[in-house]
């Protein structure tokens, strides 16, 4: 079954033409449609492709325009370098470039994106894409959510009601949610290190719930979550924390996820510290994800995205690669990543 991806995924605020746009959120939105009607953005509605199962829930969202996206080979020097000629992060186009406050990264556009829009923090000194998110991506990524769901909050909120008059309806929040692909086989496609920051894929749109929103706990980490095919870690976050506290759930993520890798006798090799893995947070949770794969070898790569069940693809007829051609999504799952316990 198909549906298309809605434009604006479903409840951004307007786009509004003035030259003083009513909120960040707006001027993102202009910024994204100046670049998209100059053909600088390459992006169009994806089509929804639904994977019904009853374990691991997927949609396929094709956008062909993705075939237009670099993605640097693994042992691609181009990785390694601050060269801007072949790091598009480097020296960011200052077209791209939002005004975000930030001491330690810059917030742009991304080029080829699936999303309205899909932005990227990169850091503004080199740091190289294989290493662990630290405190200070962590905290640009949730500051950035926080204000982008804050003033979609603002802005939707009924501006007053007459007595006996019901007040206008109040549209669905906009929420975000940020993803880190750490290194080529956890599906990064450069090699300069950032996080990057989308409309949350909602169930309305994607028919299931995205696995990690199941977690309960704030305390104890989540590893074997009802028959997800691969190896997770996932905590629940407090209403209303601040950056530190999603920094310390994150770094109690990271150790159970270190303490995984180590005894599968995982090892720092060619100067790579951090073993392949993707990260995926809202305001709500905070999930990691071992890698061993990109899937590249299969035609058939995730990213971050798709390892919550969310592929991006740039035709229909990738979809079997992915459900059938090595034998069933699950059993693909988690040869990207390790099998669930
Ligand atoms: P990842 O695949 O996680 O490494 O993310 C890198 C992202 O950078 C991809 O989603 C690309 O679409 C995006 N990208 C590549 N080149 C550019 C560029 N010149 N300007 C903006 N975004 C870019």
Redesign the pocket.
Known sequence: MTSRGDATNGSHLPAVESSTPSSFHALVLDTFDSLQRQSQIFYAPYENIKHVSTTFPAVFQVAPH?NR???LAADAPERRSNNAKVN??AN??PA?VLPFQCTTHTL??????VYRP?L?LVTKQYRP?HEALDAGDVKAAWDLMTQLEGEALDSDRPTGSTQGVSPPQRSPRQRWLA???CGAEA?????HK?V?VVPRPETHEISFELFPETATSTTTVAANIDSIPHKHFVLRLPDNIGSDAAVEAYNRLLQSMRTFFNEQGWRNHNGVTDPPHNVVFTKDWICLIPRRSSGMERYAMA??MGMIGVFGVTHPAQVPSFTEDWGSLDEHMAYLGFPAD
């Open positions: 993705l996206k670099p993605v598009p992060f960011p186009d791209f742009m556009l991304n080029k080829y994106c899909q990227l894409q993803f880190y692909n599906g990064s496609s450069q090699g950032h990057q990213n971050a």
